[in-house]
């Protein structure tokens, strides 16, 4: 199962960031994501198949 998720998405995952937010913005895919936390800027390398599990909603940018 491949989710459609493009640069500029803003994906909400099951468990949430230290700082509150489960909102994170996509800036980069491939074999990893790099997100951005909405709520404090915090940018993380996560494998693929992990974001594809833990997500629950996808904001498209328009």
């Given at each position: 199962m491949?989710?459609?998720?493009?640069?500029?998405?803003?994906?909400?995952?099951?468990?949430?960031?230290?700082c509150?937010?489960?909102?994170?913005?996509?800036?980069?895919?491939?074999?990893?994501?790099?997100?951005?936390?909405q709520?404090?800027s915090?940018?993380?390398?996560?494998?693929?198949?992990?974001?594809e599990?833990?997500?629950?909603?996808?904001?498209?940018?328009?």
């Amino acid at each position: 199962m491949t989710v459609d998720i493009q640069v500029g998405d803003v994906v909400k995952l099951k468990k949430q960031h230290p700082c509150g937010s489960k909102e994170w913005e996509v800036l980069r895919i491939g074999a990893d994501f790099r997100l951005k936390c909405q709520g404090c800027s915090h940018q993380i390398m996560i494998a693929r198949r992990l974001v594809e599990k833990n997500i629950r909603e996808i904001k498209k940018n328009n």
